[in-house]
């Protein structure tokens, strides 16, 4: 339903990231080589990168079509980034609060993309919210399946968890609501990127020590690029690139076995209480 990518590395023009590249995310808005949902990406564009000395990144968006906006190409020609987060996007619903619903999300640190869908919604993810803070829920940026689950991510960052704990167990936990779900998650602080495989494509590009671009494709024909399995996790730096295979939610949430003394039938001595 859209496609989006993020950039660690040396500082970058984000034209070099986003629009020079010959088949760069700005192509992909209206000629995506390798997108499975949807044909065209011209439902809005973000694109969110850190300047020098702040840790808090800056947002350029609109609800319009990325290749409509005539200040975008000046704007990417003069600012230099050394993290940049990016998406162009198909709404899964049409007229969804404009370009607030265009990623890329932000919050402290932090910027967020989904490139996906959740099938049902907003009835399916309905029981979820009960789990959030009410100022996260009505602080919503948009009334669309991403900003929730967004939401839901943040408020595991915000509770502590690794970026990686956090992509992965909102995950497991939208598609476990939502079984056909799509939940390809793209998640940036400025110095890692972390994102997810799960249903729809991604890959990564790596040059270890000097730069590391994830995007939902390729954006030439370099023969570095790598694709992701599907139902994995990434991790990456600058430096490196890990990959760990997710559990599917029934095995996720699937009770431990139990020990073999009670699988035998014998009983289980109860723990003596701790002083």
């Given amino acids: 339903m859209c496609r989006h990518l993020a950039y660690v590395g040396p500082p970058e023009p984000l034209g070099r990231i986003l629009v020079e590249p010959p088949h760069s995310l700005y192509r992909q808005s209206w000629a995506p080589?390798?997108?499975?949902?949807?044909?065209v990406?011209?439902?809005?564009?973000?694109?969110?990168?850190?300047?020098?000395g702040d840790p808090v990144p800056a947002r350029?968006?609109?609800?319009?079509?990325?290749?409509?906006?005539?200040?975008?190409?000046?704007?990417?020609?003069?600012?230099r980034s050394r993290a940049v987060l990016a998406a162009v996007r198909d709404a899964t619903l049409a007229g969804a609060d404009a370009e607030a619903a265009a990623a890329?999300?932000?919050?402290d640190t932090w910027l967020f993309s989904h490139n996906g869908?959740?099938?049902?919604?907003?009835?399916?993810?309905a029981h979820l919210v009960a789990g959030l803070p009410a100022t996260d829920v009505l602080s919503l940026e948009a009334r669309n399946?991403?900003?929730?689950?967004?939401?839901?991510?943040?408020?595991?960052?915000?509770?502590?968890?690794?970026?990686?704990?956090?992509?992965?167990?909102?995950?497991?936990?939208?598609?476990?609501?939502a079984p056909a779900a799509r939940?390809?998650?793209?998640?940036?602080?400025g110095e890692t990127i972390t994102a997810?495989?799960?249903?729809?494509?991604?890959?990564?590009?790596?040059?270890?020590?000097?730069?590391?671009?994830?995007?939902?494709?390729?954006?030439?024909?370099?023969?570095?690029?790598?694709?992701v399995p599907d139902r994995t996790l990434l991790a990456a730096s600058r430096t490196d690139v890990l990959l760990t295979p997710l559990k599917e939610p029934s095995d996720a949430l699937a009770p431990a076995p139990a020990p073999d003394s009670a699988r035998a039938g014998a009983s289980v001595p109860p723990k003596e209480p701790s002083t």
């Fill in 60 to 79: 350029y968006r609109r609800a319009g079509p990325i290749w409509a906006d005539q200040s975008l190409t000046d704007l990417a020609r003069v600012v």
């Fill in 117 to 125: 869908a959740v099938p049902g919604w907003p009835g399916s993810l």
């Fill in 183 to 189: 939940l390809n998650l793209l998640l940036t602080n």
């Fill in 145 to 177: 399946d991403s900003a929730l689950v967004w939401a839901l991510v943040l408020a595991r960052l915000r509770g502590g968890d690794e970026e990686g704990q956090a992509l992965a167990d909102t995950v497991l936990e939208v598609a476990a609501a």
């Fill in 33 to 39: 080589r390798r997108q499975r949902h949807g044909t």
């Fill in 41 to 52: 990406n011209a439902d809005g564009f973000g694109v969110g990168w850190y300047a020098d």
């Fill in 196 to 227: 997810t495989a799960w249903g729809d494509t991604l890959w990564y590009l790596s040059e270890p020590g000097r730069r590391t671009v994830v995007a939902s494709e390729p954006y030439d024909d370099d023969p570095r690029w790598q694709e």
């Fill in 104 to 107: 890329p999300f932000a919050a």
